[in-house]
């Protein structure tokens, strides 16, 4: 089985996609993963295939992307902010493991095209296809700004950081920290910032991926 910390560390975001349609394959074990993640989560995810709508390379404040005619929809009940991001990397890694890129994206999309079903709000919305490149690591604040611990911590605790460092935030901005307390307990905060509870999301499913959900648990 293929190292989730492999699998984050090659995942970047990316903005140009090539003119490839997804294959069915790929389609039907993204499905597969976006039923069993509703049931699991109480949101309500959905996938855009060969739908270029949402993305205008024709509008100047959307030229940041090019060729994205496939994307989730990452919504949900109203307050899921933090489920909206813990599930979103999940769906992101297996997307990456498929052979797909991805980016999130929360403000540079068609809104008028992107539209929640009755009762519910769109969190984030998460760009996918085939990459014109892999795209390229994202640049990491020190280790010390970001995390406190003993000198001596476990294996499981700093492949949980590592995890969480290789995480995608708004802005790159890593607003967040941990803490490994007494034994086998993490704390961690979430710092003012756009897409704040999103991030922890991310962040947390990142941590417990690569540092094994068994091997510890979070401070309540």
């Not at 270029?52 to 390379?57: S, T």
């Not at 991805?102 to 296809?129: D, F, H, M, Q």
């Amino acid at each position: 089985m293929e190292d989730i910390l492999e699998v984050m560390r090659s995942r970047h975001s990316v903005r140009q996609y090539k003119n490839e349609a997804i294959g069915k394959e790929q389609e039907e074990a993204l499905l597969e993963e976006i039923r069993d993640i509703n049931r699991e989560s109480g949101l309500n995810i959905r996938l855009f295939v060969d739908e270029p709508e949402a993305f205008k390379a024709s509008k100047p404040h959307y030229g940041s992307f090019s060729g994205c005619r496939n994307y989730f929809v990452i919504e949900g009940p109203s307050g899921m902010e933090e489920q909206a991001g813990y599930f979103g990397e999940r769906l992101v890694l297996f997307a990456q493991k498929l052979g797909l890129n991805t980016c999130w994206v929360a403000l540079t999309y068609e809104r008028s095209k992107v539209t929640p079903e009755k009762g519910n709000v769109i969190y984030i919305v998460i760009a996918l296809g085939y990459g014109a490149t892999q795209g390229a690591a994202h640049r990491c604040k020190p280790v010390k700004k970001l995390v406190k611990a003993p000198e001596e911590v476990p294996e499981w605790f700093k492949r949980g950081v590592e995890g969480a460092l290789l995480a995608p935030t708004a802005i790159n901005q890593q607003q967040f920290r941990i803490e490994l307390l007494s034994g086998d307990t993490v704390s961690i905060v979430s710092l003012p910032g756009p897409c704040r509870y999103i991030d922890l999301g991310i962040v947390k499913y990142s941590f417990e991926a690569a540092a094994g959900k068994d091997n510890f648990k979070w401070k309540e």
